[in-house]
């Protein structure tokens, strides 16, 4: 299986400030890594596909990059409504596996 | 609109088998794949298997192999999710999700049904 690391696990940040994440696999994966948004009670929500592609609904404000092993997910502007937990998954192989999810709090 | 309505939660005894029911509308039924996510208590998300109705066809993880079911019904437009043989450690909410066909990535989900396995 292949293995997602998230860094960090948690996140102090505060509305304005430039959030990153990074998502290191186990072995290459070229870009099939997407980023999902989860707010507490709820479904994730896709925020990027192909390590760099925004779904389509999504501020620009979120951006993501990388290839191979490691990716970022970044958020240039924070705004009150990100604060939510940010999982990785690999859409390269089967079996699927997601990152263990990075809190972004206040 | 796309639409993926998952059934209620559900409180189950140990040794039990579960079936979680996920109604699609909004799009033919058969033309995408559907795959299932779980998540226990203040853990990560969980990839369970998929199935492409469509063309018969079903894959699972190996940590569920053997356990989890996952089968269609078109004239329901439903997919189901049954795992059986269940212990405290199944206590989880379980989402459906619908797969884009240009890629694998989730753009639609259910709203995720909780399972509670508890003597």
């Known amino acids: 299986d292949i293995q997602l690391t998230q860094s960090p696990s948690f996140l102090s940040a505060s509305v304005g400030d430039r959030v990153t994440i990074t998502c290191r696999a186990s072995?290459?994966?070229?870009?099939?890594l997407a980023w999902f948004q989860q707010k507490s009670g709820e479904a994730p929500k896709l925020l990027i596909y192909?390590?760099?592609s925004l779904q389509t609904g999504v501020p620009s404000r979120f951006s993501g990059s990388g290839s191979g092993t490691d990716f970022t997910l970044s958020i240039s502007t924070l705004q009150p409504e990100d604060f939510a937990t940010y999982y990785c998954?690999?859409?390269?192989?089967?079996?699927?596996?997601f990152g263990q999810g990075t809190k972004v709090e206040v | 609109q796309v639409q993926l309505v998952q059934s209620g939660a559900e409180v189950k005894k140990p040794g039990a088998s579960v079936r979680v029911s996920c109604k699609a509308s909004?799009?033919?039924?058969?033309?995408?794949?559907f795959h299932w996510v779980r998540q226990a208590p203040g853990q990560s998300l969980e990839w369970m298997g998929w199935?492409?109705?469509?063309?018969?066809?079903?894959k699972y993880s190996p940590r569920f192999q053997g356990r989890v079911t996952i089968t269609g019904d078109t004239s329901a437009s439903t997919a189901y999710m049954e795992l059986s043989s269940l212990t405290s450690e199944d206590t989880a909410v379980y989402f459906c999700?619908?797969?884009?066909?240009?890629?694998?990535?989730?753009?639609?989900w259910g709203q995720g049904t909780l399972v509670t396995v508890s003597s």
């Open positions: 199935i492409n109705v469509g063309i018969a066809t079903t």
């Open positions: 909004g799009f033919p039924f058969t033309d995408y794949p």
């Open positions: 998954q690999q859409v390269h192989s089967y079996p699927r596996t």
């Open positions: 072995q290459a994966i070229s870009n099939y």
């Open positions: 999700a619908r797969q884009r066909r240009t890629d694998g990535n989730l753009e639609h």
């Open positions: 192909a390590a760099s």
